[in-house]
């Protein structure tokens, strides 16, 4: 079992539509989660990260925990052409395992005008 | 800049070559991660460093690859006799502290390896 399951995709959806991202992940005791985007050829670039339970929201995007399920998503609403690209969860399990990241493969994501 | 610098950005090695990857960490940073990314994959992780010390390399091949952190200058990741397998993007990331669970990462435009 991976540490951390996304779908691959590619996940369609029009312009103006909610993108929903989901993620999976095997430890129960990881204690925080990131969202990273990757257009093609680029680095990663952070979106956002969450650590409690719930929705965090910061603009368009809203990321949604649930330990118990372990299970965390991301959501883009009215999304853009520009959200086109790669969409990349992270883990980190806790102080055991210092600041290391496990990571997806990734939901590619394209929005079609 | 201050954001997480890389050099070389492309780097041509044919098999059998040395290859040597830079990383400067954000300015303020002291903890720096590489990661590998071969095409259509996640980052795979491969060692974290702390300044002049290796915390965790768990992720590196036994053979053939080395990483280093020193007290002055960047982190250098070393790939001895490369091979056609080692042709990838290699992503340096940086953080401010070990900083417990909460603790960012952010990343350098990355090095695309291509071994002939």
């Known amino acids: 079992q991976k540490e951390v399951e996304q779908n691959s995709g590619p996940l369609s959806v029009p312009e103006g539509a909610i993108a929903s991202l989901n993620c999976t992940y095997s430890?129960?005791?990881?204690?925080?989660f990131f969202w990273y985007r990757q257009y093609s050829g680029k680095s990663p670039e952070l979106i956002m990260f969450i650590y409690s339970n719930g929705d965090k929201e910061d603009g368009r995007f809203t990321a949604q925990l649930n330990k118990a399920s372990q299970y965390v998503s991301l959501l883009i609403r009215d999304s853009q052409p520009s959200d086109s690209a790669t969409y990349l969860c992270?883990?980190?399990?806790?102080?055991?395992?210092?600041?290391?990241?496990?990571f997806g493969s990734g939901t590619k994501l394209n929005v079609k005008p | 800049n201050a954001g997480v610098m890389q050099n070389p950005r492309h780097l041509v090695r044919r098999r059998g070559q040395e290859a040597r990857l830079r990383c400067s960490p954000m300015k303020g940073h002291s903890h720096v991660y590489w990661y590998r990314q071969l095409p259509e994959e996640g980052l795979k992780f491969m060692v974290y460093l702390q300044k002049e010390n290796i915390i965790d390399e768990s992720g590196m091949p036994k053979e053939r690859f080395s990483a280093e952190f020193p007290k002055e200058g960047p982190s250098i990741l070393r790939i001895q006799q490369v091979v056609r397998g080692d042709s990838a993007a290699y992503f340096c990331?940086?953080?401010?502290?070990?900083?417990?669970?909460?603790?960012?990462?952010?990343f350098g435009p990355g090095t695309r390896l291509l071994v002939l």
């Open positions: 992270a883990v980190n399990r806790g102080a055991n395992n210092f600041n290391k990241f496990y």
């Open positions: 430890d129960r005791g990881s204690q925080s």
């Open positions: 990331a940086s953080s401010a502290t070990s900083g417990g669970t909460q603790e960012t990462q952010y």
